[in-house]
């Protein structure tokens, strides 16, 4: 009788992905100095798990999705000479908030004061971030825009639920996109000389645009990436797309709306970007930020009725600020647990 191993030997060897292998990049990061995400809501996700190594990395212009809109309002926020001002003009109200045709809800308020308050702490902690790291990541969702319909040349970031009648749809072209942010990284790298740009194109379907309108739409952006890439040597690229639509490549690795890329699949992402840009010292300081972070969320399995217990867990609380004062000493920007 003749036999199979041959077969079987043949089938474990198979490769059922093509997985993506990260090349370490020239540009390091250096953990625990405040990093800036701008853009659409991926950046949110990966600046928030870095926040669960105690990295103070945020979105600070709120989820923004087109190009424009993410230039326009980075140029109110930060280079502007009367910020309070250009995002005055901005405002309209329903229902009693004041919203922001060029921000998201997170800059809405009752009144006008508490909009420009938002603004204001924004913009120092922005500024501080790119004084400090030197680094800017820049994420596009899509290459669709609205405009307001009385206003054609007026471009809208966020339409706060507004009537549909009220806005004109159209979508950028690469060159338009490569304009606006040629000149953006240019005046950026005055103000903060040496500072580096690191775009991504998001991994989220926009299925409101139809399955071949997304598919445009993100292939305009990533010409767009790559002509910036090409033309200004302080911009690069990581490719969070590819590694989602042909690395994982999968439904499995989308949330519940089949839209938004899992858990599962930012941590990898997050794995490869550390690979990509974070040397071995910086990997321990995550890794022990990490463990701080943990051990701060632990919670007693069983109420604490005896004198005993409490007692055990105050000198657990105690030996956990003993280690995050010890961490904090060597990395004076990382956040405090209870800050996230």
Known sequence: MVSDDSHRIFLFNMQFRTPYCPERSSLTLVPYLPLAMLGSCFADNIAARMRQCLW???????????????????DIALLSETPEDDFTATL??????WHSWLFDTSFSARDTVSGKRVLSERRHWLDEALSLSRVLFVTFGTAWCYYLADSPDYLVANCHKQPAAMFERRRLEPD??????????????????????????SPVRHLKDGFAGNSLSKSILRLAVARLCEEVEECSYFPAFEIVNDDLRDYRFYDTDMVHPSAQAVEYIWEILCATY?????????????????????????????????????????????????????YPYALAPDKI
């Open 92 to 97: 309209m109200q329903t229902g009693g908030i």
């Open 176 to 201: 338009e996109i490569i304009e606006v942010w040629c000149d953006m990284t240019r005046r950026l790298r005055q103000r903060y000389p040496g500072l580096q740009i690191i775009f991504t194109v």
């Open 278 to 330: 974070i040397d071995s010292t910086g990997i321990s300081a995550l890794t022990e930020g990490s463990k701080i972070m943990a051990a701060c969320k632990h919670r007693p399995l069983m109420p604490l009725h005896t004198e005993e217990d409490r007692r055990a867990e105050q000198q657990r609380q105690a030996k956990i600020a003993e280690r995050y004062e010890r961490f904090r000493q060597c």
């Open 56 to 74: 103070d990395a945020r979105n600070p212009l709120g989820t923004l999705y087109n190009p424009l809109s993410i230039a326009r309002a980075l």
